[in-house]
């Protein structure tokens, strides 16, 4: 069983910067891959970044060159740093990990940009 308990998150005017955690529990974290999604109002769920076990991260096009997803193995945490943060990033900002078949997802985190 995987538990993941996000950090971090809230209102921010527009050009600033936010840093999201999560925390997972359980076993096998570091031998896995783990993502953030994000949901805005009225929208489906999307991919804005992903890390492997290895380290290689893939970015959402909207997101390139301002978001960085890194993982420090040792405290079982993925981060998001999201920089020049734009109103269209306003959003519930969920990260995510899959084993086996299985999807597991953190509580979700509001992140709000004001112009």
């Known amino acids: 069983q995987v538990q993941l308990v996000q950090f971090g998150g809230g209102l921010v005017q527009a050009g600033g910067s936010l840093k999201l955690s999560c925390v997972a529990s359980?076993?096998?974290?570091?031998?896995?891959?783990m993502a953030w999604y994000r949901q805005a109002p009225g929208k489906q769920r999307v991919l804005v970044a992903h890390?492997?076990?290895?380290?290689?991260?893939k970015y959402a096009d909207s997101v390139k060159g301002r978001f960085t997803i890194s993982r420090d193995n040792a405290k079982n945490t993925v981060y998001l740093q999201m920089d020049s943060l734009k109103p269209e990033d306003t959003a519930v900002y969920y990260c995510?990990?899959?084993?086996?078949?299985?999807?597991?997802w953190g509580q979700g985190t509001q992140v709000t940009v004001s112009s």
């Open positions: 995510n990990t899959q084993r086996a078949l299985a999807l597991y």
């Open positions: 359980g076993s096998g974290f570091s031998i896995n891959g």
């Open positions: 890390i492997t076990s290895g380290g290689i991260t």
